[in-house]
């Protein structure tokens, strides 16, 4: 709701390097928190190969197309193979970044991660 009188637009003026230093800012701030970034990896890991499992004894299928066939395939122990490879090239590709910006890795695992146990968990609670 505008105010009367107000003006709404929509026009606003960045200034220059300011997403500069508010990228520079949070990526200080997830440094401080990195340790806790693996360890919350680690732990969605875990609950989400347990969830998974859990999911699959219930009778629930497996989301995605290429584990589906890799666990009808190869078994479940696929998924935690694979989950401990994609762990095992995060660590890789964070020890390759700078201290500053490898932050971002824990992250990027971490977030797609939990979302997938939120999923698990909300269609197992369903049944």
Same mark, same amino acid.
């Given at each position: 709701?505008? &105010?009367? +009188? %107000?003006?709404?637009?929509? /026009? @606003?003026?960045?200034?220059?390097?300011?997403? /500069?230093?508010?990228?520079?800012?949070?990526? /200080?701030? *997830?440094?401080?928190?990195?340790?806790?970034?693996?360890?919350?990896?680690?732990?969605?890991?875990?609950?989400d190969?347990?969830?998974?499992?859990?999911?699959?004894?219930?009778?629930?299928?497996?989301? $995605?197309?290429?584990? @589906?066939?890799?666990i009808?395939?190869?078994?479940?122990?696929?998924? +935690?193979?694979?989950?401990? &490879? %994609?762990?095992?090239?995060?660590?890789?590709? @964070?020890?390759?970044?700078?201290? @500053?910006?490898?932050?971002?890795?824990?992250?990027?695992?971490?977030?797609?991660?939990?979302?997938?146990?939120?999923? $698990?968990?909300?269609? *197992?609670?369903?049944?």
């Open positions: 709701m505008v &105010a009367e +009188g %107000a003006v709404f637009t929509t /026009d @606003r003026t960045v200034p220059i390097g300011a997403i /500069d230093r508010w990228c520079s800012a949070l990526l /200080d701030e *997830l440094a401080g928190v990195e340790r806790e970034l693996w360890l919350v990896v680690a732990v969605t890991l875990v609950v190969v347990w969830l998974t499992h859990v999911g699959l004894q219930h009778g629930l299928q497996e989301g $995605n197309p290429v584990m @589906r066939a890799a009808e395939t190869f078994g479940f122990a696929v998924l +935690g193979l694979t989950k401990v &490879a %994609a762990l095992g090239l995060a660590g890789v590709t @964070r020890r390759l970044l700078s201290d @500053r910006r490898g932050v971002v890795v824990p992250l990027g695992i971490a977030l797609p991660w939990a979302g997938a146990v939120v999923v $698990n968990a909300t269609l *197992l609670l369903r049944l």
